[in-house]
């Protein structure tokens, strides 16, 4: 279905940014409230569920996409069916919050799904050896992948801008790589969630008037999470580490967080205010510096991303030191806490 992008692309993407844009000022004026709790960024409550905006935005954009195609590409609809099953999920959680377990639950069929859909990833290449993993071990380990960035994003939604600035670089990196791979399946989905987050991005930066909610985090974190899982099929060995590389900023906070947070006993199921963005946060006072801060990182792994792309082990490397790098920083600051 999807080819290197013509002069038409452009419309395309005008469409969704626009209905995003417009669709989200909709929201904002119907006021639908994030109560703030435990692990809130806001003391008062702010409208939430923005992300419906960005799912109508997409379907919209599928659509006038596939009429310009001769033939429907079935993957790129199951990308989007499965993660508007996330965002429903979500929406039911902004309207009356779901328990947590419950939450989890879904969330995990869910990735079960991308991992079967888009993967499993079985192969682990380098330059010159290959481990090849049973299917089992594949489809669990592409769907812990899929269920731990899509937590992650939703964890760090919340704070003004962080999310939908930062899924916005993310999208956009992925969107190059795609290009560079000839993968144009994987571009075109960067692309797509791009224009639907930057129609969105205006409301919720530099002062939020609405967040994603959990509707559009789970909704990302679905979409990102099965697009990697395509490139790793799709794209040359390399992609397997360049896919966490480009998401370290997010899965490492989350993950080192939750490796703390273990090691101080504390439930992980509570909510929490312990990622150290959300200590930046306390400090500082203002959400602005931090949104750039962590798409800069973003930024930054996307480079990354595509200087160390030319072979298995080069990529290996790279995300190997980048989360070196943050395990580090995670235990200076938090030894200095």
């Given at each position: 279905?999807?080819?290197?992008?013509?002069?038409?692309?452009?419309?395309?993407?005008?469409?969704?940014?626009?209905?995003?844009?417009?669709?989200?000022?909709?929201l904002?004026?119907?006021?639908?409230?994030?109560?703030?709790?435990?692990?809130?960024?806001?003391?008062?409550p702010?409208?939430?569920?923005?992300?419906?905006?960005?799912?109508?935005?997409?379907?919209?954009?599928?659509?006038?996409?596939?009429?310009?195609?001769?033939?429907?590409?079935?993957?790129?609809?199951?990308?989007?069916?499965?993660?508007?099953?996330?965002?429903l999920?979500?929406?039911?959680?902004?309207?009356?919050?779901?328990?947590?377990?419950?939450?989890?639950?879904?969330?995990?069929?869910?990735?079960?799904?991308?991992?079967?859909?888009?993967g499993?990833?079985?192969?682990?290449?380098?330059d010159?050896?290959?481990?090849?993993?049973?299917?089992?071990?594949?489809?669990?380990?592409?769907?812990?992948?899929?269920?731990?960035?899509?937590?992650?994003?939703?964890?760090?939604?919340?704070?003004?801008g962080?999310?939908?600035?930062?899924?916005?670089?993310?999208?956009?990196?992925?969107?190059?790589?795609?290009?560079l791979?000839?993968?144009?399946?994987?571009?075109?989905?960067?692309?797509?969630?791009?224009?639907?987050?930057?129609?969105f991005?205006?409301?919720?930066?530099?002062?939020?008037?609405?967040?994603?909610?959990?509707?559009?985090?789970?909704?990302?974190?679905?979409?990102?999470?099965?697009?990697?899982?395509?490139?790793?099929?799709?794209?040359?060995?390399?992609?397997?580490?360049?896919?966490?590389?480009?998401?370290?900023?997010w899965?490492?906070?989350?993950?080192?967080?939750?490796?703390?947070?273990?090691?101080?006993?504390?439930?992980?199921?509570?909510?929490?205010?312990?990622?150290?963005?959300?200590?930046a946060?306390?400090?500082?006072?203002?959400?602005?510096?931090?949104?750039?801060?962590?798409?800069?990182?973003?930024?930054?792994?996307?480079?990354?991303?595509?200087?160390?792309?030319?072979?298995?082990?080069?990529?290996?490397?790279?995300?190997?030191?980048t989360?070196?790098?943050?395990?580090?920083?995670?235990?200076?600051?938090?030894?200095?806490?």
């Amino acid at each position: 279905m999807f080819h290197s992008p013509g002069l038409w692309a452009l419309l395309v993407l005008v469409i969704i940014f626009v209905l995003s844009a417009v669709l989200t000022q909709v929201l904002v004026r119907f006021r639908l409230l994030a109560l703030p709790n435990a692990r809130s960024a806001h003391q008062i409550p702010i409208p939430t569920a923005g992300g419906l905006a960005m799912v109508v935005a997409v379907i919209v954009g599928l659509a006038v996409l596939t009429l310009f195609t001769a033939t429907p590409d079935y993957t790129i609809l199951a990308l989007f069916g499965i993660a508007a099953m996330a965002a429903l999920l979500g929406l039911i959680d902004d309207a009356k919050e779901v328990s947590a377990k419950i939450k989890f639950t879904i969330i995990g069929i869910l990735s079960l799904a991308l991992a079967v859909v888009f993967g499993p990833v079985t192969n682990i290449h380098f330059d010159q050896s290959l481990i090849t993993l049973p299917w089992i071990i594949g489809v669990a380990g592409s769907a812990l992948w899929a269920f731990t960035l899509i937590n992650a994003v939703n964890f760090m939604d919340g704070a003004d801008g962080v999310i939908p600035l930062s899924a916005l670089c993310a999208a956009l990196g992925l969107a190059v790589l795609g290009a560079l791979f000839g993968v144009w399946g994987v571009c075109w989905s960067g692309l797509v969630l791009a224009a639907a987050l930057l129609g969105f991005l205006p409301f919720n930066l530099p002062r939020a008037q609405i967040f994603l909610g959990d509707t559009g985090a789970l909704f990302v974190g679905a979409w990102l999470a099965g697009t990697a899982l395509l490139l790793i099929r799709e794209g040359p060995p390399a992609a397997l580490w360049l896919m966490p590389l480009l998401m370290m900023p997010w899965l490492s906070d989350v993950l080192l967080t939750l490796a703390w947070r273990l090691l101080k006993r504390r439930n992980l199921l509570r909510p929490h205010q312990d990622h150290l963005y959300q200590w930046a946060l306390a400090r500082k006072k203002v959400h602005f510096p931090i949104a750039v801060e962590i798409s800069l990182q973003i930024l930054i792994v996307c480079a990354l991303a595509i200087i160390f792309r030319g072979s298995a082990t080069s990529a290996f490397l790279a995300f190997a030191a980048t989360a070196s790098l943050a395990i580090l920083v995670h235990w200076q600051v938090r030894k200095a806490k």
